[in-house]
Protein backbone atom coordinates (compact mmCIF):
# COMPACT_ATOMS: atom_id res chain seq x y z
CA UNK A 1 0.00 0.00 0.00
CA UNK A 2 1.06 3.50 -0.80
CA UNK A 3 2.16 5.71 2.37
CA UNK A 4 0.40 8.87 1.67
CA UNK A 5 3.17 11.67 1.88
CA UNK A 6 2.02 14.78 3.69
CA UNK A 7 4.78 17.33 1.43
CA UNK A 8 3.13 20.50 1.37
CA UNK A 9 3.71 23.06 -1.47
CA UNK A 10 1.78 26.38 -2.03
CA UNK A 11 -1.12 24.31 -3.68
CA UNK A 12 -1.47 21.70 -1.02
CA UNK A 13 -0.10 18.56 -0.11
CA UNK A 14 1.59 16.48 -2.62
CA UNK A 15 -0.07 13.05 -3.30
CA UNK A 16 3.52 11.38 -3.73
CA UNK A 17 7.39 12.25 -4.68
CA UNK A 18 6.23 12.80 -8.74
CA UNK A 19 3.20 14.89 -7.71
CA UNK A 20 5.05 16.89 -5.35
CA UNK A 21 7.87 17.58 -8.59
CA UNK A 22 5.14 18.49 -10.24
CA UNK A 23 3.97 20.63 -8.06
CA UNK A 24 6.86 22.32 -6.73
CA UNK A 25 7.25 23.28 -10.98
CA UNK A 26 4.07 25.07 -11.11
CA UNK A 27 5.00 26.84 -7.50
CA UNK A 28 8.63 27.71 -9.00
CA UNK A 29 6.40 29.31 -12.38
CA UNK A 30 3.94 31.39 -10.73
CA UNK A 31 6.15 32.60 -8.04
CA UNK A 32 8.57 34.01 -10.49
CA UNK A 33 6.25 34.52 -13.85
CA UNK A 34 7.89 37.71 -14.26
CA UNK A 35 11.28 36.36 -14.44
CA UNK A 36 9.90 33.13 -16.32
CA UNK A 37 8.85 35.31 -18.72
CA UNK A 38 11.80 37.94 -19.74
CA UNK A 39 13.81 34.61 -19.93
CA UNK A 40 10.78 33.24 -22.69
CA UNK A 41 11.21 36.29 -24.19
CA UNK A 42 14.87 36.24 -24.78
CA UNK A 43 14.83 32.81 -25.69
CA UNK A 44 12.64 33.31 -28.17
CA UNK A 45 14.31 36.10 -29.76
CA UNK A 46 17.76 35.08 -29.62
CA UNK A 47 17.27 31.65 -31.34
CA UNK A 48 15.53 33.32 -33.98
CA UNK A 49 17.03 36.27 -34.36
CA UNK A 50 18.21 35.54 -37.96
CA UNK A 51 14.67 34.50 -39.03
CA UNK A 52 13.17 37.14 -41.82
CA UNK A 53 10.53 38.41 -40.16
CA UNK A 54 12.36 39.62 -36.88
CA UNK A 55 14.99 40.84 -39.42
CA UNK A 56 12.61 43.04 -40.99
CA UNK A 57 12.38 45.00 -37.68
CA UNK A 58 15.68 45.54 -36.75
CA UNK A 59 16.00 44.10 -33.94
CA UNK A 60 19.79 44.09 -34.18
CA UNK A 61 20.20 41.00 -31.65
CA UNK A 62 18.65 42.19 -28.79
CA UNK A 63 16.52 40.06 -26.71
CA UNK A 64 14.94 42.64 -24.19
CA UNK A 65 11.92 43.48 -23.58
CA UNK A 66 11.88 47.35 -24.02
CA UNK A 67 13.75 46.81 -27.67
CA UNK A 68 11.01 44.45 -28.61
CA UNK A 69 7.63 46.35 -27.60
CA UNK A 70 8.57 49.16 -29.11
CA UNK A 71 9.72 47.64 -32.69
CA UNK A 72 7.51 44.70 -33.39
CA UNK A 73 4.30 45.53 -34.43
CA UNK A 74 1.13 43.46 -33.05
CA UNK A 75 -0.66 41.46 -35.30
CA UNK A 76 -3.54 39.30 -36.39
CA UNK A 77 -3.95 36.57 -38.57
CA UNK A 78 -3.98 38.28 -42.07
CA UNK A 79 -1.46 40.08 -41.42
CA UNK A 80 0.99 36.97 -41.48
CA UNK A 81 -1.12 35.36 -44.35
CA UNK A 82 1.73 35.79 -46.78
CA UNK A 83 4.46 34.59 -44.37
CA UNK A 84 2.15 31.41 -43.78
CA UNK A 85 1.28 30.85 -47.35
CA UNK A 86 5.13 30.92 -48.36
CA UNK A 87 5.66 28.07 -45.65
CA UNK A 88 2.28 26.35 -47.11
CA UNK A 89 4.06 26.14 -50.31
CA UNK A 90 6.94 24.69 -49.33
CA UNK A 91 9.64 27.71 -48.40
CA UNK A 92 12.27 26.17 -46.04
CA UNK A 93 13.93 29.21 -45.26
CA UNK A 94 14.05 30.83 -41.97
CA UNK A 95 10.82 33.12 -42.29
CA UNK A 96 9.16 33.33 -38.63
CA UNK A 97 11.16 30.23 -36.69
CA UNK A 98 14.72 29.43 -37.36
CA UNK A 99 13.97 25.70 -36.12
CA UNK A 100 11.89 23.56 -38.94
CA UNK A 101 8.33 24.25 -38.78
CA UNK A 102 7.49 20.28 -38.24
CA UNK A 103 3.71 21.06 -39.75
CA UNK A 104 0.80 22.83 -39.50
CA UNK A 105 -1.98 23.02 -36.92
CA UNK A 106 -5.68 24.06 -38.12
CA UNK A 107 -7.17 26.39 -35.82
CA UNK A 108 -11.06 26.00 -35.63
CA UNK A 109 -10.94 30.30 -35.99
CA UNK A 110 -11.20 30.82 -39.48
CA UNK A 111 -9.82 33.32 -41.95
CA UNK A 112 -11.87 33.48 -45.27
CA UNK A 113 -13.31 30.76 -44.35
CA UNK A 114 -11.18 28.42 -44.11
CA UNK A 115 -9.19 27.28 -40.66
CA UNK A 116 -6.16 29.08 -39.96
CA UNK A 117 -2.92 27.48 -40.39
CA UNK A 118 -0.42 28.03 -37.13
CA UNK A 119 2.79 26.82 -37.60
CA UNK A 120 4.28 24.37 -35.13
CA UNK A 121 7.71 22.99 -34.11
CA UNK A 122 8.74 19.61 -32.79
CA UNK A 123 9.87 20.87 -29.62
CA UNK A 124 6.06 22.27 -28.91
CA UNK A 125 4.94 18.54 -28.64
CA UNK A 126 7.20 18.42 -25.41
CA UNK A 127 5.77 21.74 -24.07
CA UNK A 128 1.80 20.45 -24.52
CA UNK A 129 3.20 17.42 -22.86
CA UNK A 130 4.70 19.23 -20.18
CA UNK A 131 1.60 20.95 -19.93
CA UNK A 132 -0.79 17.78 -19.38
CA UNK A 133 1.35 16.17 -16.89
CA UNK A 134 0.86 18.87 -14.25
CA UNK A 135 -3.02 18.15 -14.59
CA UNK A 136 -2.99 14.66 -12.32
CA UNK A 137 -0.88 15.93 -9.47
CA UNK A 138 -3.41 19.07 -9.33
CA UNK A 139 -6.85 17.04 -9.68
CA UNK A 140 -4.93 14.63 -6.96
CA UNK A 141 -5.20 17.61 -4.60
CA UNK A 142 -8.95 17.23 -4.69
CA UNK A 143 -9.91 13.63 -5.66
CA UNK A 144 -7.93 10.90 -4.05
CA UNK A 145 -7.80 7.43 -5.46
CA UNK A 146 -7.83 7.90 -9.08
CA UNK A 147 -5.14 5.36 -10.08
CA UNK A 148 -7.90 2.88 -8.69
CA UNK A 149 -9.69 2.50 -11.71
CA UNK A 150 -9.70 4.38 -15.11
CA UNK A 151 -10.86 7.44 -17.13
CA UNK A 152 -13.63 6.85 -19.89
CA UNK A 153 -12.91 10.13 -22.00
CA UNK A 154 -13.99 9.95 -25.69
CA UNK A 155 -10.85 11.54 -28.29
CA UNK A 156 -11.12 11.52 -31.60
CA UNK A 157 -8.58 12.49 -34.54
CA UNK A 158 -10.05 14.51 -37.53
CA UNK A 159 -8.97 14.64 -41.31
CA UNK A 160 -5.46 15.61 -41.85
CA UNK A 161 -4.46 17.19 -45.45
CA UNK A 162 -1.05 18.33 -46.58
CA UNK A 163 -0.11 21.86 -47.97
CA UNK A 164 0.84 22.74 -51.57
CA UNK A 165 4.70 22.55 -49.84
CA UNK A 166 3.88 19.10 -48.29
CA UNK A 167 3.28 19.78 -44.42
CA UNK A 168 1.08 18.19 -42.65
CA UNK A 169 -2.36 20.42 -41.68
CA UNK A 170 -4.37 18.74 -38.83
CA UNK A 171 -5.82 20.07 -35.54
CA UNK A 172 -3.64 19.72 -32.57
CA UNK A 173 -5.00 16.87 -30.87
CA UNK A 174 -4.88 15.36 -33.66
CA UNK A 175 -1.44 15.78 -33.73
CA UNK A 176 -1.12 15.20 -30.34
CA UNK A 177 -2.91 11.85 -30.58
CA UNK A 178 -1.04 10.23 -33.03
CA UNK A 179 2.30 11.63 -31.83
CA UNK A 180 4.53 9.02 -29.58
CA UNK A 181 3.80 11.00 -26.65
CA UNK A 182 0.68 9.90 -26.68
CA UNK A 183 0.79 6.55 -28.71
CA UNK A 184 3.97 4.97 -26.70
CA UNK A 185 3.12 6.60 -23.27
CA UNK A 186 4.33 4.77 -20.56
CA UNK A 187 1.72 3.15 -17.66
CA UNK A 188 0.71 5.49 -15.59
CA UNK A 189 -1.85 4.51 -13.05
CA UNK A 190 -3.12 7.75 -12.57
CA UNK A 191 -4.17 8.04 -16.59
CA UNK A 192 -5.48 4.68 -17.50
CA UNK A 193 -8.16 5.29 -20.50
CA UNK A 194 -11.10 2.78 -21.37
CA UNK A 195 -10.63 3.69 -24.85
CA UNK A 196 -8.31 1.42 -27.32
CA UNK A 197 -5.63 3.95 -28.91
CA UNK A 198 -6.54 2.25 -32.31
CA UNK A 199 -10.09 3.30 -31.48
CA UNK A 200 -9.29 6.92 -30.78
CA UNK A 201 -6.91 6.68 -34.09
CA UNK A 202 -9.84 5.83 -36.30
CA UNK A 203 -11.04 8.57 -38.72
CA UNK A 204 -13.83 7.15 -39.17
CA UNK A 205 -16.19 8.82 -36.29
CA UNK A 206 -18.96 5.77 -35.98
CA UNK A 207 -16.64 3.09 -35.63
CA UNK A 208 -14.23 5.21 -33.22
CA UNK A 209 -17.07 6.33 -31.11
CA UNK A 210 -19.16 3.08 -30.81
CA UNK A 211 -15.76 1.40 -29.58
CA UNK A 212 -14.82 3.74 -27.40
CA UNK A 213 -18.46 3.52 -25.90
CA UNK A 214 -18.50 -0.23 -25.99
CA UNK A 215 -15.14 -0.43 -23.89
CA UNK A 216 -16.06 2.45 -21.66
CA UNK A 217 -19.44 -0.02 -21.14
CA UNK A 218 -17.52 -3.10 -20.54
CA UNK A 219 -15.61 -1.04 -18.18
CA UNK A 220 -18.09 0.46 -16.66
CA UNK A 221 -17.59 -0.59 -12.41
CA UNK A 222 -14.10 0.32 -12.81
CA UNK A 223 -14.87 4.26 -14.39
CA UNK A 224 -14.06 6.77 -11.79
CA UNK A 225 -14.09 10.40 -14.15
CA UNK A 226 -15.87 10.47 -17.44
CA UNK A 227 -15.14 13.26 -20.17
CA UNK A 228 -14.50 14.55 -23.61
CA UNK A 229 -12.32 17.46 -24.20
CA UNK A 230 -15.36 20.05 -24.77
CA UNK A 231 -18.99 19.57 -23.42
CA UNK A 232 -20.31 19.16 -27.14
CA UNK A 233 -18.15 16.14 -27.41
CA UNK A 234 -19.56 14.30 -23.69
CA UNK A 235 -22.90 14.87 -25.02
CA UNK A 236 -22.30 13.55 -29.01
CA UNK A 237 -21.07 10.09 -26.73
CA UNK A 238 -24.53 10.24 -24.98
CA UNK A 239 -26.50 11.08 -27.66
CA UNK A 240 -24.58 7.55 -29.57
CA UNK A 241 -25.65 5.69 -26.45
CA UNK A 242 -29.27 7.08 -27.13
CA UNK A 243 -29.31 6.12 -30.34
CA UNK A 244 -27.02 2.63 -30.56
CA UNK A 245 -27.29 0.58 -27.05
CA UNK A 246 -29.49 -1.53 -28.66
CA UNK A 247 -26.28 -2.39 -30.95
CA UNK A 248 -23.65 -2.21 -28.16
CA UNK A 249 -25.78 -4.89 -25.59
CA UNK A 250 -26.19 -7.49 -28.35
CA UNK A 251 -22.16 -7.10 -29.05
CA UNK A 252 -21.83 -7.48 -25.39
CA UNK A 253 -24.19 -10.01 -24.96
CA UNK A 254 -23.19 -12.23 -28.06
CA UNK A 255 -19.06 -11.56 -26.92
CA UNK A 256 -18.55 -10.21 -30.74
CA UNK A 257 -17.76 -7.02 -32.68
CA UNK A 258 -20.99 -5.35 -34.94
CA UNK A 259 -19.84 -6.11 -38.66
CA UNK A 260 -20.15 -2.04 -39.19
CA UNK A 261 -16.98 -1.71 -37.84
CA UNK A 262 -14.36 -2.72 -40.35
CA UNK A 263 -11.45 -0.73 -39.22
CA UNK A 264 -8.99 -4.00 -38.63
CA UNK A 265 -6.32 -2.67 -35.94
CA UNK A 266 -10.03 -1.19 -34.05
CA UNK A 267 -11.38 -4.59 -34.41
CA UNK A 268 -8.51 -6.54 -32.77
CA UNK A 269 -8.02 -4.25 -30.14
CA UNK A 270 -11.13 -5.19 -28.46
CA UNK A 271 -10.75 -8.49 -28.81
CA UNK A 272 -9.35 -9.41 -25.37
CA UNK A 273 -11.70 -7.36 -23.71
CA UNK A 274 -15.56 -8.41 -25.36
CA UNK A 275 -16.46 -11.70 -23.58
CA UNK A 276 -20.27 -12.93 -23.94
CA UNK A 277 -21.44 -11.50 -21.21
CA UNK A 278 -25.15 -11.46 -20.81
CA UNK A 279 -25.62 -9.77 -17.48
CA UNK A 280 -24.08 -6.83 -18.67
CA UNK A 281 -26.47 -6.21 -21.57
CA UNK A 282 -29.41 -7.08 -19.65
CA UNK A 283 -28.25 -4.23 -17.79
CA UNK A 284 -27.90 -1.86 -20.54
CA UNK A 285 -31.00 -3.03 -22.00
CA UNK A 286 -32.80 -2.85 -18.88
CA UNK A 287 -31.62 0.93 -17.96
CA UNK A 288 -31.92 2.26 -21.64
CA UNK A 289 -35.15 0.85 -22.61
CA UNK A 290 -36.95 2.53 -19.99
CA UNK A 291 -36.39 5.90 -22.28
CA UNK A 292 -35.33 8.00 -19.50
CA UNK A 293 -31.79 9.62 -19.57
CA UNK A 294 -32.07 11.82 -16.90
CA UNK A 295 -28.41 10.49 -14.43
CA UNK A 296 -27.64 7.88 -17.16
CA UNK A 297 -23.79 8.86 -16.73
CA UNK A 298 -24.01 7.99 -13.09
CA UNK A 299 -26.62 4.51 -13.68
CA UNK A 300 -23.85 3.60 -16.25
CA UNK A 301 -20.70 4.61 -14.86
CA UNK A 302 -21.94 4.49 -11.12
CA UNK A 303 -18.40 5.09 -10.07
CA UNK A 304 -17.87 8.42 -11.71
CA UNK A 305 -16.69 11.15 -9.12
CA UNK A 306 -16.56 13.83 -11.60
CA UNK A 307 -16.81 14.74 -15.57
CA UNK A 308 -13.56 16.11 -16.89
CA UNK A 309 -14.74 18.53 -19.54
CA UNK A 310 -14.55 22.14 -20.75
CA UNK A 311 -17.18 23.69 -19.75
CA UNK A 312 -16.35 27.66 -19.92
CA UNK A 313 -16.44 29.61 -22.74
CA UNK A 314 -18.88 28.62 -25.41
CA UNK A 315 -19.29 25.35 -24.06
CA UNK A 316 -21.33 26.87 -21.19
CA UNK A 317 -24.36 26.61 -22.66
CA UNK A 318 -24.22 23.03 -22.00
CA UNK A 319 -24.05 22.92 -18.22
CA UNK A 320 -27.69 22.55 -17.36
CA UNK A 321 -27.95 19.21 -19.99
CA UNK A 322 -24.68 18.02 -18.84
CA UNK A 323 -26.41 18.32 -15.12
CA UNK A 324 -29.45 16.77 -16.06
CA UNK A 325 -27.82 12.94 -17.70
CA UNK A 326 -24.98 13.23 -14.86
CA UNK A 327 -27.10 13.98 -12.14
CA UNK A 328 -25.36 16.94 -10.82
CA UNK A 329 -21.46 15.26 -10.96
CA UNK A 330 -18.99 17.95 -10.87
CA UNK A 331 -17.17 19.39 -14.28
CA UNK A 332 -13.32 19.92 -13.89
CA UNK A 333 -12.31 22.34 -16.62
CA UNK A 334 -8.82 21.22 -16.23
CA UNK A 335 -7.22 23.51 -19.52
CA UNK A 336 -7.29 26.51 -21.36
CA UNK A 337 -5.03 25.91 -24.65
CA UNK A 338 -5.15 26.69 -28.29
CA UNK A 339 -3.69 25.29 -32.15
CA UNK A 340 -1.17 28.30 -31.67
CA UNK A 341 0.04 27.70 -28.22
CA UNK A 342 -1.38 25.71 -24.65
CA UNK A 343 -1.51 28.36 -22.17
CA UNK A 344 -2.54 27.19 -18.65
CA UNK A 345 -4.36 25.26 -16.11
CA UNK A 346 -7.24 25.27 -13.72
CA UNK A 347 -5.67 25.29 -10.28
CA UNK A 348 -8.70 24.21 -8.63
CA UNK A 349 -10.14 21.79 -10.92
CA UNK A 350 -13.57 20.87 -8.58
CA UNK A 351 -14.39 24.50 -8.72
CA UNK A 352 -17.85 25.74 -10.13
CA UNK A 353 -18.02 26.22 -13.58
CA UNK A 354 -19.10 30.00 -13.22
CA UNK A 355 -15.61 29.98 -10.86
CA UNK A 356 -13.22 28.44 -13.43
CA UNK A 357 -10.12 31.04 -13.53
CA UNK A 358 -7.02 29.45 -15.79
CA UNK A 359 -3.20 30.42 -14.75
CA UNK A 360 -1.23 30.64 -17.39
CA UNK A 361 2.23 29.31 -17.19
CA UNK A 362 4.95 31.50 -17.78
CA UNK A 363 6.76 28.93 -19.24
CA UNK A 364 4.99 28.39 -22.32
CA UNK A 365 5.25 31.41 -24.39
CA UNK A 366 5.52 34.99 -23.66
CA UNK A 367 2.41 36.18 -22.94
CA UNK A 368 0.76 40.38 -23.11
CA UNK A 369 -2.40 41.93 -23.02
CA UNK A 370 -4.38 44.08 -24.56
CA UNK A 371 -6.86 46.30 -22.02
CA UNK A 372 -10.12 45.75 -23.52
CA UNK A 373 -11.23 49.70 -23.71
CA UNK A 374 -7.85 50.09 -25.77
CA UNK A 375 -8.51 47.04 -28.01
CA UNK A 376 -12.50 48.75 -28.72
CA UNK A 377 -10.88 51.80 -29.70
CA UNK A 378 -8.98 49.62 -32.89
CA UNK A 379 -5.79 52.26 -33.83
CA UNK A 380 -3.41 50.84 -30.87
CA UNK A 381 0.09 49.19 -32.11
CA UNK A 382 1.22 47.04 -29.06
CA UNK A 383 2.91 49.94 -26.82
CA UNK A 384 0.19 49.71 -24.40
CA UNK A 385 0.60 45.70 -24.30
CA UNK A 386 0.54 45.00 -19.93
CA UNK A 387 2.66 42.38 -19.43
CA UNK A 388 1.80 38.91 -17.44
CA UNK A 389 2.86 39.96 -14.18
CA UNK A 390 1.69 42.97 -14.44
CA UNK A 391 -1.97 42.58 -15.10
CA UNK A 392 -4.70 44.07 -12.79
CA UNK A 393 -7.46 41.76 -10.63
CA UNK A 394 -11.02 42.62 -12.34
CA UNK A 395 -9.20 44.33 -15.46
CA UNK A 396 -10.08 42.70 -18.98
CA UNK A 397 -8.08 42.15 -21.38
CA UNK A 398 -7.11 40.64 -25.36
CA UNK A 399 -4.47 37.97 -24.92
CA UNK A 400 -1.57 38.37 -27.56
CA UNK A 401 0.93 35.91 -27.60
CA UNK A 402 4.85 35.36 -28.76
CA UNK A 403 5.55 31.48 -29.38
CA UNK A 404 8.61 29.38 -29.90
CA UNK A 405 7.33 28.34 -32.94
CA UNK A 406 7.22 31.96 -34.63
CA UNK A 407 4.01 34.04 -33.75
CA UNK A 408 5.09 37.24 -32.75
CA UNK A 409 2.43 39.37 -30.94
CA UNK A 410 -0.50 37.64 -32.11
CA UNK A 411 -3.56 38.26 -31.35
CA UNK A 412 -5.34 34.62 -30.44
CA UNK A 413 -8.83 36.54 -30.09
CA UNK A 414 -9.89 35.36 -26.63
CA UNK A 415 -10.86 37.83 -24.16
CA UNK A 416 -10.06 37.42 -20.56
CA UNK A 417 -10.93 38.67 -17.15
CA UNK A 418 -7.93 38.63 -14.35
CA UNK A 419 -9.79 37.31 -11.00
CA UNK A 420 -6.82 36.86 -8.58
CA UNK A 421 -3.17 35.52 -8.73
CA UNK A 422 -1.52 32.29 -7.63
CA UNK A 423 1.67 33.79 -6.09
CA UNK A 424 2.85 36.44 -8.86
CA UNK A 425 1.30 34.58 -11.51
CA UNK A 426 -2.56 35.78 -12.36
CA UNK A 427 -5.30 33.75 -12.72
CA UNK A 428 -7.89 34.30 -15.49
CA UNK A 429 -11.55 34.02 -16.02
CA UNK A 430 -12.03 32.94 -19.89
CA UNK A 431 -14.74 35.93 -20.79
CA UNK A 432 -15.38 35.43 -24.73
CA UNK A 433 -14.07 34.86 -28.20
CA UNK A 434 -14.01 37.65 -30.13
CA UNK A 435 -16.79 37.94 -32.51
CA UNK A 436 -18.17 35.11 -32.41
CA UNK A 437 -21.63 34.84 -32.81
CA UNK A 438 -22.93 31.13 -32.75
CA UNK A 439 -21.14 28.08 -32.09
CA UNK A 440 -22.19 24.55 -31.22
CA UNK A 441 -18.71 23.00 -30.80
CA UNK A 442 -15.97 24.10 -31.99
CA UNK A 443 -17.47 26.12 -35.13
CA UNK A 444 -17.12 29.77 -34.41
CA UNK A 445 -19.82 31.75 -36.94
CA UNK A 446 -19.00 35.77 -36.96
CA UNK A 447 -21.53 38.20 -37.92
CA UNK A 448 -20.33 39.00 -40.92
CA UNK A 449 -20.68 34.65 -42.12
CA UNK A 450 -23.39 35.07 -41.14
CA UNK A 451 -24.61 37.92 -43.27
CA UNK A 452 -23.28 36.51 -46.27
CA UNK A 453 -24.96 33.43 -45.82
CA UNK A 454 -28.46 34.91 -45.36
CA UNK A 455 -27.27 37.27 -48.51
CA UNK A 456 -26.62 33.95 -50.41
CA UNK A 457 -29.62 32.48 -49.33
CA UNK A 458 -32.07 35.28 -49.81
CA UNK A 459 -30.91 35.25 -53.55
CA UNK A 460 -33.28 32.33 -54.02
CA UNK A 461 -36.31 34.23 -52.95
CA UNK A 462 -35.88 36.38 -56.38
CA UNK A 463 -37.95 34.52 -58.38
CA UNK A 464 -40.89 34.76 -55.87
CA UNK A 465 -40.64 38.53 -55.20
CA UNK A 466 -39.21 37.93 -51.98
CA UNK A 467 -37.06 39.89 -49.79
CA UNK A 468 -35.79 38.99 -46.36
CA UNK A 469 -36.34 42.46 -44.33
CA UNK A 470 -34.84 41.61 -41.08
CA UNK A 471 -33.26 37.92 -39.69
CA UNK A 472 -31.44 37.25 -36.33
CA UNK A 473 -30.47 33.63 -35.23
CA UNK A 474 -29.76 31.43 -32.07
CA UNK A 475 -27.28 28.10 -31.75
CA UNK A 476 -30.42 25.92 -30.20
CA UNK A 477 -28.56 23.06 -28.01
CA UNK A 478 -31.90 21.83 -26.63
CA UNK A 479 -31.50 18.41 -28.83
CA UNK A 480 -28.32 17.19 -29.39
CA UNK A 481 -26.48 17.92 -31.66
CA UNK A 482 -27.82 21.81 -31.74
CA UNK A 483 -28.21 23.02 -34.79
CA UNK A 484 -28.16 26.83 -35.92
CA UNK A 485 -31.73 28.24 -35.92
CA UNK A 486 -32.17 31.76 -38.02
CA UNK A 487 -34.84 33.69 -37.99
CA UNK A 488 -36.68 35.49 -41.55
CA UNK A 489 -39.07 37.64 -41.45
CA UNK A 490 -39.65 38.10 -45.20
CA UNK A 491 -41.05 41.05 -47.03
CA UNK A 492 -43.33 39.49 -49.84
CA UNK A 493 -45.22 41.75 -52.51
CA UNK A 494 -48.01 39.78 -52.75
CA UNK A 495 -50.38 42.85 -52.73
CA UNK A 496 -49.22 44.06 -55.64
CA UNK A 497 -50.05 40.53 -57.59
CA UNK A 498 -45.95 40.68 -57.87
CA UNK A 499 -45.15 37.97 -54.59
CA UNK A 500 -45.77 34.61 -53.51
CA UNK A 501 -44.77 32.90 -50.49
CA UNK A 502 -41.46 31.17 -51.27
CA UNK A 503 -42.50 27.29 -51.27
CA UNK A 504 -41.27 24.89 -48.56
CA UNK A 505 -38.81 23.07 -51.09
CA UNK A 506 -37.52 26.91 -51.61
CA UNK A 507 -37.23 27.46 -47.97
CA UNK A 508 -35.47 24.32 -47.64
CA UNK A 509 -32.75 25.33 -50.35
CA UNK A 510 -32.58 28.40 -48.49
CA UNK A 511 -31.03 26.77 -45.19
CA UNK A 512 -28.84 24.72 -47.50
CA UNK A 513 -27.35 27.55 -49.16
CA UNK A 514 -26.44 29.39 -46.33
CA UNK A 515 -24.78 25.94 -44.93
CA UNK A 516 -23.09 26.38 -47.85
CA UNK A 517 -22.06 29.84 -47.61
CA UNK A 518 -20.81 29.54 -43.53
CA UNK A 519 -16.81 27.96 -43.33
CA UNK A 520 -15.64 24.88 -43.58
CA UNK A 521 -15.97 23.92 -39.62
CA UNK A 522 -19.03 24.25 -39.57
CA UNK A 523 -19.57 22.19 -42.47
CA UNK A 524 -16.90 19.73 -41.31
CA UNK A 525 -19.19 19.20 -38.22
CA UNK A 526 -22.02 19.07 -40.20
CA UNK A 527 -20.66 16.35 -42.61
CA UNK A 528 -17.58 14.13 -41.13
CA UNK A 529 -18.58 14.62 -37.24
CA UNK A 530 -22.37 14.83 -37.78
CA UNK A 531 -21.68 17.37 -34.35
CA UNK A 532 -24.00 20.13 -35.65
CA UNK A 533 -27.46 19.17 -37.00
CA UNK A 534 -29.32 20.39 -40.19
CA UNK A 535 -29.89 24.54 -40.02
CA UNK A 536 -33.34 25.86 -39.12
CA UNK A 537 -34.99 28.65 -40.87
CA UNK A 538 -38.14 29.53 -38.93
CA UNK A 539 -40.09 32.20 -40.94
CA UNK A 540 -41.69 34.76 -38.53
CA UNK A 541 -44.65 36.72 -39.48
CA UNK A 542 -44.30 40.62 -40.97
CA UNK A 543 -43.67 42.86 -37.87
CA UNK A 544 -42.24 40.75 -35.73
CA UNK A 545 -38.94 42.64 -35.87
CA UNK A 546 -40.27 45.48 -34.68
CA UNK A 547 -41.94 44.13 -32.04
CA UNK A 548 -38.92 43.25 -30.99
CA UNK A 549 -37.53 46.41 -30.83
CA UNK A 550 -40.71 47.52 -29.00
CA UNK A 551 -39.42 45.11 -26.26
CA UNK A 552 -35.87 46.53 -26.06
CA UNK A 553 -37.49 50.04 -25.99
CA UNK A 554 -39.58 49.31 -23.36
CA UNK A 555 -36.15 47.53 -21.55
CA UNK A 556 -34.18 50.60 -21.86
CA UNK A 557 -32.66 50.66 -25.33
CA UNK A 558 -32.57 53.95 -27.04
CA UNK A 559 -34.46 54.46 -30.15
CA UNK A 560 -31.26 55.87 -31.89
CA UNK A 561 -29.16 53.67 -31.38
CA UNK A 562 -30.87 50.45 -31.82
CA UNK A 563 -30.00 47.73 -33.94
CA UNK A 564 -31.25 44.06 -34.30
CA UNK A 565 -29.35 41.62 -32.46
CA UNK A 566 -28.01 39.07 -35.11
CA UNK A 567 -28.01 36.95 -32.24
CA UNK A 568 -30.50 36.24 -29.61
CA UNK A 569 -29.98 34.44 -26.51
CA UNK A 570 -32.44 36.41 -24.05
CA UNK A 571 -35.53 33.60 -23.64
CA UNK A 572 -38.14 36.07 -23.18
CA UNK A 573 -36.90 37.26 -26.66
CA UNK A 574 -36.71 33.64 -27.92
CA UNK A 575 -40.32 33.54 -26.42
CA UNK A 576 -41.58 36.23 -28.37
CA UNK A 577 -40.07 34.88 -31.49
CA UNK A 578 -41.09 31.96 -30.82
CA UNK A 579 -44.47 32.71 -30.92
CA UNK A 580 -44.41 34.59 -34.18
CA UNK A 581 -43.33 31.94 -36.30
CA UNK A 582 -45.15 30.66 -39.16
CA UNK A 583 -43.44 28.48 -40.75
CA UNK A 584 -40.01 26.12 -40.30
CA UNK A 585 -38.18 24.68 -42.65
CA UNK A 586 -34.56 22.97 -42.78
CA UNK A 587 -31.54 21.62 -45.11
CA UNK A 588 -32.88 19.41 -47.29
CA UNK A 589 -29.46 17.16 -47.40
CA UNK A 590 -25.65 17.77 -46.10
CA UNK A 591 -23.22 20.90 -47.74
CA UNK A 592 -20.65 20.17 -49.39
CA UNK A 593 -17.65 19.72 -47.47
CA UNK A 594 -13.89 18.33 -48.46
CA UNK A 595 -10.83 18.01 -46.23
CA UNK A 596 -8.40 19.73 -49.21
CA UNK A 597 -8.53 23.72 -48.52
CA UNK A 598 -9.86 25.68 -50.66
CA UNK A 599 -7.28 28.16 -50.79
P1 LIG B 1 -8.36 26.10 -31.55
O1 LIG B 1 -7.75 27.29 -32.19
O2 LIG B 1 -9.29 25.40 -32.43
O3 LIG B 1 -7.29 25.24 -31.02
O4 LIG B 1 -9.22 26.62 -30.33
C1 LIG B 1 -8.63 27.34 -29.29
C2 LIG B 1 -9.65 28.24 -28.69
O5 LIG B 1 -10.64 27.46 -27.98
C3 LIG B 1 -9.08 29.16 -27.65
O6 LIG B 1 -8.44 30.26 -28.21
C4 LIG B 1 -10.35 29.51 -26.90
O7 LIG B 1 -11.11 30.46 -27.59
C5 LIG B 1 -11.10 28.18 -26.88
N1 LIG B 1 -10.76 27.46 -25.63
C6 LIG B 1 -9.75 26.60 -25.42
N2 LIG B 1 -9.73 26.16 -24.15
C7 LIG B 1 -10.77 26.77 -23.54
C8 LIG B 1 -11.28 26.75 -22.22
N3 LIG B 1 -10.74 26.00 -21.27
N4 LIG B 1 -12.36 27.52 -21.95
C9 LIG B 1 -12.93 28.28 -22.91
N5 LIG B 1 -12.50 28.34 -24.16
C10 LIG B 1 -11.42 27.60 -24.47
Request: charged fraction near 25%; proline fraction near 6%; charge should be negative.
Amino acid sequence: MAVETTTYTSLGPAADERDEEKLRFIDEMTANADAVQKKVLAEILSRNAETEYLQRYNLGGATDRATFKAKIPMVTYEDLQPEIQRIANGDRSPILSAYPISEFLTSSGTSAGERKLMPTIKEELDRRQLLYSLLTPVMNLYVRGLDKGKALYFYFVKSETRTPGGLLARPVLTSYYKSEHFKSRPYDPYNVITSPTPAILCADSFQSMYVQMLCGLLHRLQVLRVGAVFASGLLRAIRFLQLHWGELARDIAAGSLSPKITDPSVRDSVADVLKPNTELAEFIRAECSTGEWAGIVTRMWPNTKYLDVIVTGAMAQYIPTLEYYSGGLPMACTMYASSECYFGLNLRPMCKPSEVSYTIMPNMAYFEFLPLDLAAGGACQGEELVDLARVEVGKEYELVITTYAGLYRYRVGDILRVTSFHNAAPQFRFVRRKNVLLSIESDKTDEAELQKAVERASELLEPWNATVVEYTSHASTKSIPGHYVVYWELLVKESTGEGRMPSGEVMGRCCLAMEEALNSVYRQSRVADGSIGALEIRVVRGGTFEELMDYAISRGASINQYKVPRCVNFPPILDLLDSRVVSTHFSPTLPTWSPHRAT
